[in-house]
């Protein structure tokens, strides 16, 4: 598996990507975007969306969401507060230029956390999901969306070839979900709730896990 990504490389990554991706990324994601904006609807109506980017999932939602969106690329955001202007998107509350390994949240105060091709591309994934889990109330979901590596196969050979080239533009096509199922074991607190993968492609999966109502351990 190759490591984990640095700060750096992600901020250098999609400073580039900010101009071109919409329209380069817009459409590939879609169809995954929408399963987990769907997925966290469900869930409950005061959702947090960790790695917003532009703003591609703000349609997703509804009128009965309050929806937060943090990301740590200035013009990733940038892009994003230039689509909220519009001002058809009132359920979308807040962005903020905000790293999620480390957010500003008060515990317990989102129903959900969803994150839609963010959590392979962290500097540390466990940290990450540690956060969501702290600011989740109990009973509430973590949401993720993303290509996860297939582990066995030729597919998975092609994947542990391409992450050698494909990182410094922030990508991690080597990235398993065992590795997340593993850290919610740990946790003494987040129950894997289950993976589904998103149809038609089955290329994306979407992976969510529990905030059970007995207390947390610390996890990272
Ligand atoms: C592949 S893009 C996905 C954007 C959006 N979720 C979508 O589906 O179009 C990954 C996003 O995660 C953001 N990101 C990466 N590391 C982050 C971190 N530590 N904290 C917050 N956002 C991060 C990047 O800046 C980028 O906007």
Not at 51 to 66: H, I, K, M, Q, R
Request: net charge neutral.
């Amino acid at each position: 598996m190759s490591s984990d990504l640095p700060h750096a490389t992600m901020t250098a990554a999609y400073a580039g990507w900010a101009p071109v991706y919409d329209a380069l990324c817009g459409p590939f994601f879609a169809q995954g975007r929408r399963a987990a904006a769907q997925a966290a609807r469900r869930a409950g109506r005061r959702i947090l969306e960790l790695g917003v980017g532009t703003g591609l999932s703000f349609a997703d939602y509804g009128p009965e969401n309050e929806v937060f969106g943090v990301d740590i690329s200035e013009p990733m955001i940038l892009k994003a507060r230039r689509r909220l202007a519009a001002g058809s998107y009132p359920h979308i509350r807040d962005l903020r230029i905000m790293d999620a390994h480390a957010l500003a949240y008060p515990d317990a105060s989102f129903d959900c956390v969803v994150a839609q091709f963010v959590v392979t591309l962290v500097a540390d994934p466990e940290q990450v999901l540690s956060e969501c889990a702290r600011v989740l109330r109990p009973g509430g979901e973590i949401i993720l969306v993303n290509h996860f590596y297939s582990e066995r196969g030729a597919i998975a050979a092609i994947e542990r070839w391409s992450a050698r080239y494909v990182g410094v533009i922030g990508l991690r096509p080597d990235f398993p979900l065992s590795r997340l199922v593993r850290w919610a074991e740990r946790s003494g607190g987040i129950e894997f709730a289950g993976s589904e993968p998103v149809e038609p492609l089955r290329v994306f999966t979407v992976a969510r896990f529990r905030r059970q109502v007995a207390g947390l351990a610390a996890a990272s």
